[in-house]
């Protein structure tokens, strides 16, 4: 009769969240929503295109997932072959990380999260997303 072998395995540390004080989640929403409205969609939203082969922008919105706050875009699929009629992309994440500090990532084109920013205040991120190059819907 065999024996199992036992070992011992390395387990990474789970990251623990912070709790979201409620005057600061409502601060990011309302500050994030204002650059949505009078900044990136004036900037990015453009009438649809008259070739329906390529999909267009028609929408910039915000929302909570877990304890990250997204920016995310919806585009537009006119062609006739298109398997659904809009889909949404995500192209900036805010993280809190307490004390009223947060981390700042952007969606590269691998679908992998990429950390920019770490330890900015509210208004340093929200100024992030409306200037920096790598936040484009």
């Not at 649809?48 to 995310?72: A, M, Q």
């Not at 585009?75 to 072959?81: E, I, L, T």
Request: hydrophobic share 35%; with cysteine.
């Amino acid at each position: 009769m065999a024996s199992k072998r036992k070992a011992w395995v390395m387990t990474p540390a789970k990251k623990t969240t912070i709790p979201f004080p409620d005057e600061l989640k409502s601060e990011l929403e309302a500050k994030a929503n204002e650059l949505v409205t009078t900044i990136l969609k004036p900037r990015h939203i453009q009438p649809p295109p008259e070739d329906e082969s390529f999909n267009y922008l028609i929408d910039i919105e915000t929302k909570w997932h877990r304890h990250y706050f997204y920016f995310y875009s919806t585009y537009a699929c006119p062609h006739p072959n298109a398997i659904k009629p809009t889909f949404e992309s995500k192209f900036a994440r805010i993280e809190y990380l307490g004390g009223e500090k947060f981390s700042l990532y952007y969606m590269r084109y691998t679908g992998k999260w990429v950390e920019i920013h770490d330890t900015l205040s509210l208004d340093e991120s929200i100024e992030a997303i409306q200037d920096g190059p790598w936040f484009t819907p």
